[in-house]
């Protein structure tokens, strides 16, 4: 399907560790969308020092290659997130 993104990743119930999207543009941001029934998941910033509740229905748009993100674990239900 046509999309303004260059591509689309969908990760299912596993944990994010801490990292920086090694392709991405340090000028564009990268949209989050949390789906599921992880109502607990926690989507944490390090370099910014927050910790931003996560649950489903949830977009955020960040820039990836220069903020390292995490989502360390969510908790019960399944977490569905496309990136």
Known sequence: WPSVFSGIEVIVNRETPHHRDPGASPSVYDLLVSLG???QA???????GA???????????I???VLE????????????VMA
């Open 37 to 39: 029934q992880a109502n």
């Open 63 to 65: 820039l990836g290659k």
């Open 51 to 61: 910790q931003l509740g996560y649950p489903p229905g949830t977009m955020v748009y």
């Open 42 to 48: 926690i989507l944490d910033l390090p370099d910014l």
């Open 69 to 80: 993100h995490g989502v360390p674990g969510w908790g019960d239900g399944e977490r569905i």
